[in-house]
């Protein structure tokens, strides 16, 4: 688990939540550009690597047993839960697989966003708690062109992921940048969405 905290800004952080298990993939250069843009405009963050901090998305029967009451039994949930109390903005930096983000980042919803401590359910639907978060960003990458995932798979991420479970939980600034076809695409292609992204995170 990486941290960077810095002074400029207090009170504006970013919480970066990362999900590749590969350093060499075109998602981990997302990951150090956006960091490289922050440390330069001296913003002060943190970043959840889930694959390295060994984050297990699945709900035991245990765990299940405190969804009531909104506990846990994973001392990785009351930690990130404590960043996402800490943070203003969140930066989603995860692969298109399948039409969708990894399960990691699904479970990462699953369990880390209580009942309770995230939301709470009423009788029109649920209300979120965490209206504290301005902006969520969500980056990745896929394989498949970027209209392609909008008009025939759905929009997962715009209409399901942003625009249903994250907006339910009161986080505003939603939005959501992909870059497709990651694997046709040039070095300098490459270079220029990792120029567009940095511009993008530290404005």
Not at 115 to 139: E, P, R
Request: with cysteine; proline share 3%; glycine share 8%.
């Amino acid at each position: 688990m990486t941290t960077k905290k810095t002074s400029k800004k207090t009170g504006e952080r970013t919480l970066i939540v990362y999900a590749h298990p590969y350093d060499g993939s075109f998602n981990h250069a997302v990951l150090e550009a956006v960091t490289s843009a922050l440390d330069k405009a001296n913003w002060p963050y943190n970043v959840i690597d889930l694959y390295a901090d060994g984050f297990d998305p699945r709900y035991t029967a245990e765990e299940l047993a405190l969804f009531s009451e909104g506990g846990t039994l994973d001392p990785l949930v009351s930690h990130y839960q404590k960043l996402i109390e800490g943070a203003s903005r969140i930066i989603v930096i995860c692969p298109i697989w399948w039409s969708d983000v990894p399960a990691i980042v699904k479970g990462f919803v699953d369990k880390v966003m209580k009942q309770g401590w995230a939301y709470h359910a009423t009788a029109s639907g649920v209300k979120g708690h965490l209206t504290h978060i301005q902006q969520v960003l969500v980056l990745t990458t896929s394989t498949s062109p970027t209209w392609y995932l909008r008009r025939f798979c759905g929009n997962y991420v715009g209409s399901v992921f942003l625009g249903a479970a994250i907006k339910q939980l009161g986080m505003r600034g939603r939005s959501w940048v992909n870059f497709g076809t990651v694997g046709k695409a040039s070095r300098g292609q490459h270079k220029k969405h990792l120029k567009r992204i940095a511009r993008l995170v530290a404005k």
